[in-house]
């Protein structure tokens, strides 16, 4: 495990809502250094440092995954450590026994259980078919490294979820993202700093869901939802005139219309009036660092 530090510009599109000093975690998984760690850390840094126990280093992106949350961070000098064993998220199961581990010796180190293992929906416009939550939470979550009884990585840590429902008690957990999902494509984010398929449509919003409706929450200026007219408050009824329910069902409509750069016509009420807007989606790499929050 390593200790990431990363600075972000404060016209950052993400530094409202993230900060612009960001520590989190990363884990060596190759020989030559490479370190995987989860994106919200690094994402749109300016500059980034690796700490092991008794050294500090300037590390470089060079990739980053919209889709599944991950970043892979290369250190400029050499960083020497040992490098964990990848395993699967999809061996474990509901009451598995897991370690959670961030950078900083055993003081970082919890015992914890994997609670459910269930479709996640971001506001930010990202979801998982199945992200693995456990419990009790970390309190350094960021990039913590997801092992299973056999000392190997299956995931990293993306979020702590406040009153999450386990056996019928609200208890906080940690999201963790599988490192399945990250395995098959480093390459590709070595190489080219992302995947290479094309990039899902993205349309610079956040939207939150109560489990009743979904609602704008913050439009990013310049971006475009912005640019379409959405606002925050406007309700999100439906994509190209059919109904969504809930944030998963939006999203994949959304991502079915064809690639970034389709348009998407969504079915919104603002003010309890019926409003139809035509975003033309744009591919969320390109407008780093040029939008801020409404």
Request: charged share 20%.
């Amino acid at each position: 495990m390593v200790s990431i530090t990363a600075h972000i510009p404060e016209d950052a599109m993400s530094a409202g809502l993230l900060g612009t000093e960001r520590p989190g975690h990363g884990v060596r998984i190759r020989d030559d250094g490479l370190i995987a760690t989860i994106g919200h850390v690094v994402h749109e840094a300016e500059q980034v440092w690796v700490g092991s126990r008794s050294t500090v280093v300037p590390g470089v992106v060079v990739g980053y995954d919209f889709d599944s949350g991950f970043a892979l961070v290369r250190p400029t000098l050499p960083l020497h450590g040992p490098v964990m064993e990848i395993g699967t998220a999809d061996a474990l199961s509901v009451g598995d026994s897991v370690t959670v581990m961030g950078s900083g010796g055993p003081e970082r180190t919890i015992e914890s259980y994997v609670v459910a293992k269930q479709e996640f929906a971001g506001r930010w416009e990202y979801l998982l078919e199945q992200a693995v939550f456990t419990s009790p939470a970390h309190e350094s979550w960021s990039g913590a490294a997801l092992i299973d009884s056999d000392g190997r990585l299956c995931g990293l840590g993306s979020l702590v979820i406040q009153g999450f429902e386990v056996k019928g008690t609200a208890t906080d957990v940690n999201m963790f993202v599988p490192i399945d999902l990250l395995m098959p494509i480093v390459d590709q984010l070595c190489e080219h700093g992302r995947r290479l398929t094309p990039p899902r449509p993205w349309l610079g919003m956040l939207v939150h869901d109560d489990h009743r409706d979904l609602t704008v929450m913050g439009v990013y200026r310049n971006c475009p939802a912005d640019k379409a007219g959405l606002r925050p408050g406007d309700v999100i009824i439906g994509v190209d005139d059919e109904p969504v329910a809930g944030l998963a069902n939006m999203f994949r409509r959304v991502w079915s219309l064809g690639a970034a750069g389709v348009e998407v016509p969504l079915n919104v009420l603002r003010n309890a009036e019926r409003m139809e807007f035509t975003v033309q989606s744009g591919d969320r790499a390109g407008f780093q660092r040029k939008g801020t929050l409404q």
